[in-house]
């Protein structure tokens, strides 16, 4: 084991009622860059989630009753901790899940954005008070706390995708037990150490990692003393929790899958479409739900497109994102590895051209960027999630047929479009069925801009004015003065 490359305040415990516990197993996590274990974490059986969940239960009235600005305080503490240990965070990410270094520090970033973020909105939660219309009452509205709130989240954003969740539940006075994912949880429990030396107090959050995410949160969201789900991750998996939390008639925040279209139109810069593109595509290695999957560009630009973003892929050094000087990493596993070679297979039995570019290291969950040309709209990679550095380019000659196109998905996560100009990126743009849409953007995540999906995408915003709502319960109180 290589544990000396773990930061020193790394915890591989169970957080449970403010203290960490070794757990009655162990859970290996795997470095994807090198295939070592890295280190062993506890995992968590049915019981240990119940007791995780016991914590959080007796932790809530007191916390829900905490100064709001009490609440902040603690959260901004975490943000200051955070952020001048960034490069402890970073290197977590990087280490178990594989990313390169820039990609991690600027996860590490962003994550830290929710604890001031929500540390802001903790004290500006608004009621309302008005006279009902008939005049016979006055009608009063204010927002409780929900309860103990049950988190998972995904490996691709191990640290963000946490404190994405995290934040605005203690803001709203919520309590937290938080599964991460089993491939990165060493980041999630090094996330719960910065909130517990922020004064977050005892049972507030508590961390389960384990082996069996499927048991172990079945019993947690089967207790009646769970109030609400938020989950980030793979759209069947959210289906079936779906059918879970309707047992209970839980609320739950869905952050689900998403098959971007990212949009050349005729008249566009390409130079900056490409420059967007490398962002919208390669930023994680395309493991990002936001990830660019599927090019519509137009018959005009295609040959200048692909030429470009095929130069910049191939200046790309490819590598450990240990090193620094590397910008695309691992995948974060082998099994995402060979999920991606696989769609690489179908996408060539569906007539499209594999285009490789540069190389890679063998040893690794390593994976070259592919341009995939010739690609029809409809056949496998326009329709499913890649998840990694693939590039199918459609090409198109009729702008409202690019918009069916980029409609034409059960998915409504985010949208890319490069114009002509602002006003044709705009009107293009409140075309397209998407939570979120870019107008000559490559990323758009912002801990202040409400962030989530239409259709399949998911339910609910996370970030914003919104995210703590998720986390809230409005109640009406009616008054006769
Ligand atoms: P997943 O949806 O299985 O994993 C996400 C989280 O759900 C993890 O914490 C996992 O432990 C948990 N989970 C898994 N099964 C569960 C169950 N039965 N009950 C409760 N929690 C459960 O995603 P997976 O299998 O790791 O990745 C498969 C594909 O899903 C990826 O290739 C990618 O295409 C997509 N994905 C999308 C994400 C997104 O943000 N949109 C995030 C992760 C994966
Ligand atoms: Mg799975």
């Known amino acids: 084991m290589t544990t000396s490359l773990l930061p020193p305040s790394t915890p591989t415990g169970l957080l449970i009622g403010g203290e960490w516990s070794p757990g009655r197993a162990r859970l290996p996590v795997v470095d994807p860059a090198t295939l070592e274990t890295l280190a062993e974490v506890a995992d968590a059986d049915v019981g240990d989630g119940l007791d995780a969940v016991s914590s959080a239960r007796d932790a809530f009235e ?92 995904p490996w691709n954003f191990p640290a963000a995708m946490a404190t994405r969740k995290l934040a605005p539940a203690l803001a709203a006075g919520c309590t937290t037990v938080l599964k991460p994912a089993e491939q990165t949880p060493l980041t999630a ?9 922020a004064g977050a107090p005892a049972g507030t959050v508590n961390i389960v990692t384990t082996s069996q995410p499927g048991p172990v949160s079945e ?6 003393r769970v109030a609400t789900l938020s989950f980030t991750g793979s759209t069947p998996i959210g289906k079936l929790l779906l059918a879970q939390t309707a047992q209970r008639v839980l609320t739950s925040s869905m952050e689900l899958g998403g098959n971007a279209p990212f949009l050349v139109l005729e008249g566009a810069d390409v130079d900056e479409a490409v420059a967007g593109a490398m962002v919208a595509k390669m930023r994680n290695g395309g493991a990002a739900c936001t990830a660019a999957n599927r090019f519509y560009v137009h018959e005009s630009l295609a040959e200048a497109f692909t030429g470009r973003f095929r ?7 490819v590598g450990p994102g240990i090193d620094r000087a590397n910008d695309l990493g ?36 390593f994976i070259a960027p592919h341009m995939v040309h010739d690609v029809a709209h409809g056949s496998t990679l ?53 939570g979120m849409v870019a107008i000559d953007r490559g990323v758009l995540s912002d801990a202040a801009a409400p962030f989530g999906g239409m259709k399949e995408s998911g339910l609910g915003r996370e970030g914003g004015f919104h995210g703590i709502h998720e986390f809230l319960e409005t109640r009406y109180l009616g008054v006769t003065w």
């Open 189 to 197: 429990l090094w996330v719960g150490e910065v909130l517990r030396r």
């Open 62 to 153: 007191p916390w829900a009753a905490t100064r709001p600005r009490a609440r902040a305080e603690i959260l901004r503490n975490a943000f200051e901790i955070m952020t001048a240990e960034i490069e402890d965070c970073a290197r977590l990410i990087v280490l178990e899940n594989g990313k390169a270094w820039n990609d991690a520090i600027g996860e590490a970033t962003y994550a830290a954005e929710f604890f001031r973020w929500f540390s802001e909105e903790a004290v500006r939660v608004a009621g309302g008070f008005r006279e009902s219309p008939g005049g016979d009452k006055t009608i009063i509205t204010d927002h409780v706390a929900a309860g103990v709130a049950y988190l998972i989240t």
């Open 330 to 365: 691992a995948m974060v596993s082998l099994d995402e590895r060979d999920k991606i070679v696989g769609l690489l297979e179908q996408a060539e039995q569906d007539g499209g051209r594999l285009d490789p570019v540069g190389e890679v290291p063998e040893h690794g969950a």
């Open 382 to 434: 326009t329709r499913q999630e890649v998840f990694g550095p693939v590039i199918p380019v459609v090409t198109f000659d009729d702008q409202d047929t690019a918009i069916e196109m980029a409609n034409d998905t059960e998915y409504g996560l985010i949208s890319y479009v490069y114009g002509r100009d602002k006003g044709v990126g705009i009107q293009v743009g409140r075309r397209l069925r998407a």
């Open 311 to 317: 130069a910049e892929l191939a200046a790309m050094a």
């Open 219 to 224: 019993a947690i969201l089967a207790d009646r």
